[in-house]
């Protein structure tokens, strides 16, 4: 079953957030990343909850491939160059 990294960004250096794109996408893709979404434009309908920011969606083929991206030690030095040039909410969801 696919699973999906879903991240609300609100960037705070464009671009050194930038190069982090650029370091990034190869790594997820190599873990069986596909970016399905990635700071559309936003059309928010409801915020109960939260005010999304910048959203971006890539879809995994399962949990496991997700999870390694998020803590394989090639990520490691790219996740702080975002924690240094923006606020996120992250988190891995199952698809159905």
Known sequence: MSAYIIVDTKISNEIEYEEYKKLAKPIAEKYGGIYRVRGGTLDIRETDLWTPTR??????????????????????????????????????????
Not at 76 to 95: E, M, S, W, Y
């Open 55 to 96: 959203m971006v969606v890539i879809e995994f083929p399962d949990m496991e491939h997700a999870q390694s991206f998020l803590d394989s030690e090639e990520y490691a030095p790219v996740k702080q160059r975002r924690h240094k040039n923006a606020k996120c909410t992250l988190f891995i969801v199952d698809g159905s």
